[in-house]
């Protein structure tokens, strides 16, 4: 049988492992250090991004909608379009008429004018 060491050698070994293990994982601890300030780093970063993002999204929003307001206003004023045929179809009509009745009657007025120089001349 192994004669057992005393408590206080036991604890002193220990001890002394902690601190190797310890002395050996600062400079890991350092990168860890490092690297989460780095993350930090990107992390701000991306929330001014992000919150650039948002105000570029809200203005977009906000054309988008300018731009539907103006939509609808062209498309009301679209609509009256086939109304504004429809009464210029009927005007058009109506110059035709005329201008078809002015021809009608400048050859019944040439007729008259004929016929009256006709009996003109042979009234004494």
């Known amino acids: 049988m192994l004669a ?27 990168r860890n250090r490092k690297a989460i300030g780095s993350v930090k780093d990107v992390v701000l970063k991306n929330k001014k991004e992000i919150s650039r993002l948002g105000e570029t999204v809200g203005s977009l929003f906000g054309l988008y909608f300018n731009m539907e307001k103006r939509m609808s206003v062209v498309e009301e004023k679209v609509a009256f379009i086939p109304k504004m045929y429809d009464n210029v ?23 008259h004018e004929d016929r009256i120089t006709t009996l003109e001349k042979h009234t004494p």
């Not at 408590?7 to 902690?18: D, G, H, Q």
């Open 89 to 111: 179809d009927k005007i058009m009509g109506i110059v035709v008429a005329f201008r078809q009745e002015g021809t009608f009657m400048s050859a019944r007025i040439e007729d």
């Open 4 to 30: 057992k060491e005393p408590s206080n050698k036991i604890l002193y070994r220990e001890i002394k492992k902690i601190r190797e293990v310890a002395l050996k994982n600062q400079d890991g601890i350092k």
